[in-house]
Nanobody
Framework: QVQLVESGGGLVQAGGSLRLSCAAS????????MGWFRQTPGKEREFVAA????????YYADSVKGRFTISRDNAKYTVYLQMNTLNTEDTAVYYC??????????????WGQGTQVTVSS
């Protein structure tokens, strides 16, 4: 059974930083593209960042480019999202996702339960 468990969310002031982690189990981690998505109430889930299987390629939404960094540790079956210079528009539930296909263009098959990130002004 595939499980993706996010952690690291919380409350932070605008301009601050958070690091999200997603621990994966039940899958061959290094064979999967990994990504982060986010959702706020009343809005559709949106793409934030993705990383290729080896970690050699990364992709970002324009809204987070230059502020967020996605990375992975295949030995630890974990993907990270370093979020810097946070602003109130980054407030959302953040989801980790995995798929054998690129999560940039395909809806991921596997999802975590989400972690809340709240940025206060």
């Amino acid at each position: 059974q595939v499980q993706l468990v996010e952690s690291g969310g919380g409350l932070v002031q605008a301009g601050g930083s958070l690091r999200l982690s997603c621990a994966a189990s039940g899958l061959g981690f290094s064979a999967y593209y990994m990504g982060w998505f986010r959702q706020t109430p009343g809005k559709e889930r949106e793409f934030v960042a993705a990383i290729s299987k080896s970690g050699g390629n990364t992709y970002y939404a324009d809204s987070v480019k230059g502020r967020f960094t996605i990375s992975r540790d295949n030995a630890k079956y974990t993907v990270y999202l370093q979020m810097n210079t946070l602003n109130t528009e980054d407030t959302a539930v953040y989801y980790c996702a995995a798929d054998l296909r690129t999560v940039v263009t395909y809806t991921p098959r596997y999802w975590g339960q989400g972690t809340q990130v709240t940025v206060s002004s």
